[in-house]
């Protein structure tokens, strides 16, 4: 079946370092990618997605390759602020074939001044 | 376009109640699928409903169940409630299976 892992977490760093959040998955077909973010008191919201392999998907600063070779898309920002402290989730979904979206457990991450 | 409505957001229950939530998709979307989350267990995957028909279901016992109508509002209810019910509950649409999942806000359950 479809397989999603991503980083545990809660990730803490401070204002103005580099994010790295770890996704693979696992999945039968050629899977669209999205990564979610979820603030607090929210629902979740789409972040970014690529929909075949080496697409980068870019929204507010977060940038994600898709990698078919190392099943593989990792969340990246240069330089987080404050305002970035919220849950991440890594997903992916198929088109046809009645597939639900499959999503990881999602990573915290915190960011302090 | 309004996004995905969910009704109503808090909610207080005791043991044994049932509880019945509700769901408005994005105009147009006929994909609805449900979310349990906890700070424990995280986002778990209760049902995907499409045209009206129940495409897919987590690994929950048969005390929840929902249902789609002719417009695509979803409804899911939780019989005999647990105080392991307690959740934000969380409702998406989409377009299509597989597609972006548009969520709206969740409706947090309190089981006392």
Known sequence: ?113 | KAGVTQTPRYLIKTRGQQVTLSCSPISGHRSVSWYQQTPGQGLQFLFEYFSETQRNKGNFPGRFSGRQFSNSRSEMNVSTLELGDSALYLCASSTYQGGIQYFGAGTRLSVL
């Not at chain 1, 078919?68 to 602020?81: N, P, R």
């Open chain 1, 1 to 113: 079946g479809n397989s999603v892992t991503q980083m545990e977490g809660p990730v803490t760093l401070s204002e103005e370092a580099f994010l790295t959040i770890n996704c693979t998955y696992t999945a039968t077909g050629y899977p669209s990618l999205f990564w979610y973010v979820q603030y607090p008191g929210e629902g979740l919201q789409l972040l970014l997605k690529a929909t075949k392999a080496d697409d980068k998907g870019s929204n507010k600063g977060f940038e994600a390759t898709y990698r078919k070779e190392t099943t593989s898309f990792h969340l990246e920002k240069g330089s987080v602020q404050v305002s970035d402290s919220a849950v991440y989730f890594c997903a992916l979904g198929l088109q046809g074939g009645y597939q639900k979206v499959t999503f990881g457990t999602g990573t915290k991450l915190q960011v302090i001044p």
